[in-house]
C-alpha cells in the first residue's frame, strides 16, 4: 500500500476494505442466482456524507459497501458483485441457493429444461421459493432457475394445490418492455448472460395435469394465464391465443387476445378444456388472420434511471 493509500485509510475517507470481485456470475445448473440491486447506487447521500469523501467514486464505493453489509446480516448470506446491465450499468449483489441447501435442484432444473415430464418430488418447487421469498423485501431479479421456481409456484397458485405432473413446452427469454404481447414459446431456448437479466422477461410455456400454462416473470413480478389450444407445427405457421372461448362447428376457437404465438396464419390442433386429447379433423384448419403485434429486433435500450425507477417500483410501493 502506498504512502497516499495508508493515509486516506487512517483518515476513514474511503473504503478500508475492497468490495467484492467485479467477476460476473453466469448460471449453473445447480443453482439459483439471487441478484439484489444495489439500492445505494444514484442514492448515494442516503448512505454516507458527501464531505467524507475526496471524490464521487470513494463515495459511491463507501455506499456500496454499506449496502452490502445490509443485506449480509438481512439474509444471512454471502454475496458477490454483478452488473445486471447491458451498456449501462446497474450494479447488483448476487447469491445463491445450491444443492447444498437443497439437494434436488440439479435433478429438477434437468428435468424440466429438457422439457420432459416431472411426476416425483414436485412439492421440492415449494421448498425452493421458501428460500427465495425472503429475498421479495428487496429489488431483486433472478436467473432462468430463479424465474421457473416462481413461474412453477404461479400454476400452483392457479390450480389450487400441487399437479400429479408437470412438462415445460418452452422457454423464451423475452425483452421487458411495457406493451409487447407476449409469445408463447414452443421451443426451450438457453438462459440470457446474466449481464442482461434487468432486460428479460422470462417466459414459460408449462403443462400441468393437461392445462397449458403461459407465465411471465420479470423480477418479482409473475403474470399467468392458462392457454386452451394446443399449439402444433403446421407449414411454418402456428398460433394460440388466451381469454374467453366460443363454440363453433369446427371445435373451441379462442377469441382474441393480446398474448399470441405465430405469423398471419394458423393451423391449430385444438384441445377442448379439460381433456388430453387433441380432436384434429379437416375442419380444424383455422385462419385467424393478419396479426398486428410489435416486434423487438434488438436489445431494448432504456435509460438506467427509468429502468431503476421500472425495477424499484413495487419496493419502494410496498414501504
Known amino acids: 500500500m502506498g504512502f497516499v493509500e495508508s493515509i486516506r485509510k487512517l483518515l476513514g475517507i474511503f473504503p478500508a476494505e475492497p468490495l467484492p470481485s467485479l467477476r460476473q456470475r453466469e448460471e449453473q445448473p445447480d443453482e439459483v442466482l439471487i441478484?439484489?440491486?444495489?439500492?445505494?447506487?444514484?442514492?448515494?447521500?442516503?448512505?454516507?456524507?458527501?464531505?467524507?469523501?475526496?471524490?464521487?467514486g470513494a463515495a459511491e464505493d463507501a455506499a456500496s459497501k454499506i449496502f452490502l453489509s445490509r443485506i449480509k446480516s438481512e439474509f444471512d448470506?454471502?454475496?458477490?458483485?454483478?452488473?445486471i446491465c447491458p451498456g449501462a450499468d446497474l450494479p447488483a449483489f448476487v447469491t445463491a441457493i445450491t444443492s447444498n441447501v437443497i439437494p434436488l435442484i440439479p435433478w429438477l432444473m434437468a428435468v424440466?429444461?429438457?422439457g420432459k415430464p416431472i411426476v416425483d418430488n414436485i412439492e421440492a418447487w415449494r421448498t425452493?421459493?421458501?428460500?427465495?421469498?425472503p429475498f421479495f423485501r428487496r429489488?431483486?431479479?433472478?436467473?432462468?432457475?430463479?424465474?421457473?421456481?416462481?413461474a412453477m409456484d404461479a400454476v400452483f397458485e392457479d390450480m389450487g394445490g400441487l399437479p400429479k405432473k408437470v412438462v415445460l413446452h418452452g422457454y423464451k427469454p423475452d425483452y421487458a418492455c411495457e406493451d409487447t404481447a407476449l409469445f408463447v414459446p414452443t421451443e426451450i431456448e438457453d438462459p440470457m448472460p446474466t449481464l442482461n437479466l434487468s432486460r428479460v422477461k422470462h417466459v414459460f410455456h408449462i403443462e400441468a395435469d393437461g392445462i397449458l400454462f403461459v407465465v411471465s416473470v420479470e423480477g418479482t413480478n409473475v403474470a399467468a394465464e392458462r392457454v386452451y389450444s394446443r399449439i402444433v407445427r403446421s407449414a411454418g405457421d402456428y398460433s394460440s391465443?388466451?381469454?374467453?372461448?366460443?363454440?363453433?362447428?369446427?371445435?373451441?376457437?379462442?377469441?382474441?387476445?393480446?398474448?399470441?404465438?405465430?405469423?398471419t396464419r394458423a393451423c391449430c390442433e385444438l384441445l377442448v378444456q379439460g381433456t388430453a386429447s387433441a380432436h384434429r379433423t379437416p375442419t380444424t384448419e383455422v385462419n385467424f388472420g393478419p396479426f398486428c403485434f410489435p416486434v423487438v429486433a434488438g436489445m431494448l435500450a432504456a435509460p438506467t434511471?427509468?429502468?431503476?425507477?421500472?425495477?424499484?417500483?413495487?419496493?419502494?410501493?410496498?414501504?
Open 128 to 133: 425452493i421459493i421458501s428460500k427465495i421469498r
Open 77 to 83: 448470506s454471502e454475496f458477490d458483485n454483478a452488473n
Open 139 to 150: 429489488t431483486i431479479i433472478l436467473n432462468r432457475n430463479g424465474a421457473a421456481v416462481l
Open 305 to 319: 434511471a427509468h429502468l431503476r425507477a421500472h425495477l424499484l417500483a413495487p419496493t419502494e410501493a410496498a414501504r
Open 241 to 263: 391465443d388466451i381469454g374467453e372461448h366460443r363454440k363453433t362447428n369446427v371445435g373451441w376457437v379462442p377469441e382474441a387476445s393480446n398474448l399470441h404465438h405465430g405469423r
Open 35 to 56: 441478484f439484489v440491486v444495489d439500492e445505494s447506487y444514484d442514492r448515494i447521500a442516503e448512505y454516507v456524507d458527501w464531505d467524507e469523501y475526496v471524490d464521487e
Open 112 to 114: 424440466f429444461f429438457s
